[in-house]
């Protein structure tokens, strides 16, 4: 057995949260060389690396995936992932044809909501062992609180995850980040009205706080002091020293693909580049029109993700008898759309790349 001592150097997971407006995206936007995934579409003022807003999780994976298979980026920033919970519970209600998350009764869906968001989770780890730091970006919330051992309840802020599928997604988070900031006004004092009644807070520097408090969740393990201000000079040191990648393999959806060519840093790619390989790629099939504007968003942005043709697509599914080959994509069924070729979008993706390198038989 080898035996490892000393400190690990490698890249970092990251959770920053805190209220609207405060400044959680302008901190990740300094971090290594960042590219966005901006799920709420809230980074269009910034002057950033983006991906496209994902229209559905499986987009999401894919470009999370691209990242990963790139390499060209230094931290990849998920804007919010309250938002992105979002799109796993469109994903898991469409995967088992229910209508909302309550439809499946006796808390079966936030189970399954978990369980999914877990897989992203250690789908992340891995693009943090390739050596690319990983910021969640996520909005805060006030919740009630008590303590099994003290007398009454007190307010406290925590991440904004689902109201009930937080119990579950929320600490998933938490113990999954190396490092969890909560960023927010920090009030100097309260003054009252000469009657003493009403209350007015004085200050509002923007703070971040690293470790825990009653009042928050926040934990590091660099020694970062309890409170400082919003400045990233104050964490500089921890994410710009070396992240070396420990040897991962590719990810299983592009395995066999070609890595794509890195788009430029500046200006900030417009979209997100094929990754199947140069000479299987079939005809562009660019935004602009070629696809039917009909064609459900979710599923037209995974089509021009890898530009998977409409004639591929119907062959596929008539491959599987769900249609005949003829069938136009708009006459789909919305459930099957959803929770068939959105949410099982690898599967569809292998059939197609299956039917391209197929020889024809003379």
């Not at 009657?195 to 971040?208: I, L, M």
């Not at 596929?316 to 080959?325: D, G």
């Not at 003829?326 to 690898?346: C, H, K, M, Q, R």
């Amino acid at each position: 057995m080898q035996v490892i001592t000393g400190k690990v150097q490698k890249a970092k997971k990251v959770v920053i949260y805190g209220p609207e407006g405060v400044g959680k995206s302008s901190l990740a936007a300094q971090f290594p060389r960042p590219i966005f995934i901006d799920t709420e579409g809230s980074t269009t003022e910034m002057d950033v690396a983006r991906l496209p807003k994902p229209s559905s999780w499986e987009m999401l994976k894919q470009q999370v995936k691209w990242v990963w298979q790139g390499g060209q980026y230094g931290t990849l920033i998920i804007d919010t992932i309250d938002w992105a919970e979002m799109l796993c519970v469109e994903s898991v209600c469409s995967t088992h044809a229910k209508n909302g998350i309550e439809d499946f009764g006796y808390g079966k869906g936030y189970i399954f909501v978990s369980e999914e968001l877990g897989r992203m989770l250690n789908l992340l780890s891995d693009v943090v062992d390739a050596g690319i730091h990983v910021v969640l970006i996520a909005h805060a919330q006030i919740v009630k609180f008590e303590q099994p051992d003290e007398m009454g309840a007190y307010d406290r802020y925590q991440l904004k995850l689902g109201q009930k599928t937080a119990s579950r997604t929320a600490p998933l988070v938490k113990e999954w980040a190396d490092m969890v900031l909560f960023i927010n006004y920090k009030t100097f004092s309260v003054s009252t009205d000469k009657e003493g009644k009403k209350n007015k807070a004085q200050g509002g520097v923007r703070t971040v706080y690293a470790t825990h408090h009653p009042a928050w969740d926040a934990k590091n393990r660099h020694g970062l002091p309890d409170e400082f201000p919003l400045d990233y000079g104050y964490i500089a040191h921890i994410f710009n020293g070396p992240a070396p990648a420990a040897p991962a393999a590719a990810p299983p959806a592009v395995q066999q693909q070609a890595a794509p060519t890195a788009p430029p840093v500046s200006p900030p790619p417009q979209s997100l580049p094929s990754i199947a390989p140069p000479a299987q790629q079939p005809p562009q099939a660019s935004a602009g029109g070629e696809l039917n504007p009909a064609i459900p968003k979710s599923l037209r942005d995974l089509m021009i993700l890898h530009q998977v043709t409409e004639a591929e697509l119907q062959q596929a599914v008539f491959q599987r008898n769900y249609y005949p080959v003829d069938t136009p994509i708009t006459n789909y069924d919305p459930g099957f759309i959803e929770g068939v070729l959105v949410a099982a979008w690898s599967t569809v993706l292998a059939i197609v790349q299956s039917n391209r390198n197929a020889v024809p038989f003379n």
